[in-house]
């Protein structure tokens, strides 16, 4: 019988972020599809009141939590003590956590100390043969492998994005539901000599962060921006205009391809607020979002594999030959994307 761990860090204001809910729903799901399995939640942060409120109705049989002033920092000795002791606390045989920042990085170390196995990068949920199983991606997301362990406990970190967020128990009113207040079971934490202390955030200002996970569209920027136009002169300067503008209005998430990030490393006079953060595809990242705009981009690599997780997509190209668009684009708008977003910038006010 397995006792499903679901384990979260809270955010500063103790409540718990979609990428954390998403990871609860499907805890439940894999809990109700392993008959005799039983469903734990584990919070970690400075007050975990809150989120445990939240997840009163979850189906939980415990909450368990480790809560002060030093959990609230992301910090490999103390997020690993806490995470190491409510897996002990929860006799935890499986372990699932959202894939932020503070589990990618604590989490292995867990896994080692409890002398189980972990799993990254985790797509899907699900019980086989009433076994649990994982799905990730492999070779750059080309190849798509299910798994399944024998070792325990088992860990898995599941990427944001894969599973519908937990929304509050059926039947039970938003409202009602943050009104519920659960009974934390405080788990005690001896804590390990604290040598690192977060001194502080930076982080670019608001308007210059152009990715931005949960939007619901990705505009990809190509090379093609910064490349000579009819008039037989770049204008990188307006592109630049155009891309910001569109950014700002809808606050889209920006995806490069890898031409045109590498233009801006070489410190040219492209594409400023580009970095190589920006890029999707083989050699950079494989994003998840509803909608994708593609614009004056050509490469194989941005529309096979940047754009693998994205629902609906259309891209903008001068060449109506452009196999990559044709092949990969549910709309192919044979236009200059100059004049398009131009258009659509104007439309959008
Ligand atoms: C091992 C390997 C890994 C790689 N990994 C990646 C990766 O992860 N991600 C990635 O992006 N690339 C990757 N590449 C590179 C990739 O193969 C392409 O070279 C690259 O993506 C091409 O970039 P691009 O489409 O921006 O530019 P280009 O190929 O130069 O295309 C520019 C396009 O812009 C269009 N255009 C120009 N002006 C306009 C206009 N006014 N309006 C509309 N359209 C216009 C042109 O018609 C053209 O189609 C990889 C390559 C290798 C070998």
């Known amino acids: 019988m397995e006792t499903i761990l679901f384990l979260a860090f809270t955010e500063a204001d103790g409540s718990l972020a979609k990428a954390a809910l998403e990871t609860l729903a499907a805890a439940k799901q894999l809990s109700a599809s392993l008959p005799g399995s039983t469903l734990v939640a584990g919070l970690i942060g400075a007050d975990v009141q809150p989120a445990a409120n939240a997840i009163a109705a979850c189906g939980a049989t415990r909450i368990l939590g480790v809560s002060g002033a030093e959990f609230s920092q992301s910090r490999y000795a103390t997020d690993a003590a806490a995470a190491e002791a409510i897996a002990k606390s929860a006799a935890a045989t499986i372990v699932l956590a959202p894939a932020g920042s503070r589990a990618n990085r604590s989490l292995p170390g867990v896994a080692q100390r409890l002398g189980g196995r972990i799993d990254t990068h985790v797509t899907a949920l699900a019980a086989a043969d009433g076994k649990p199983a994982v799905t990730r991606w492999y070779y750059r997301q080309r190849m798509e492998g299910t ?116 233009l801006s490393g070489e410190g040219q006079d492209v594409l400023k607020f580009m970095t190589h953060l920006n890029q999707v595809g083989q050699t950079g990242a494989t994003p998840r979002h509803p909608k994708g705009l593609a614009t004056c981009c050509h490469g194989e690599e941005p529309h096979t594999v940047g754009w693998r997780f994205i629902g609906e997509r259309r891209a903008i190209n001068l060449n109506a030959a452009c196999s990559w668009a044709q092949g990969k684009a549910d709309v192919l708008y044979v236009a200059d994307a100059f004049e398009v977003m131009r258009k659509v910038n104007a439309l959008l006010g």
């Open 147 to 262: 798994l399944t362990r024998t070792a325990r406990p088992w860990i898995a970190l599941l990427e944001s994005g894969c599973a519908p967020a937990y929304a509050g128990a059926a039947g039970i009113a938003p409202a009602r539901s943050a009104a519920l207040s659960a009974t934390v079971e405080g788990v005690l934490v001896a804590l390990p000599t604290i040598r690192t202390e977060v001194a502080g955030f930076r982080s670019p200002p608001a308007d210059q962060q152009t990715i931005r996970p949960d939007a619901k569209l990705l505009f990809v920027a190509g090379a093609g921006w910064t490349k000579k136009q009819p008039d037989g002169q770049p204008h990188a300067a307006e592109a630049e205009q155009l891309i910001l503008g569109f950014l700002h209005k809808t606050q889209a998430s920006l995806g490069s391809t890898k031409s045109l990030v590498d």
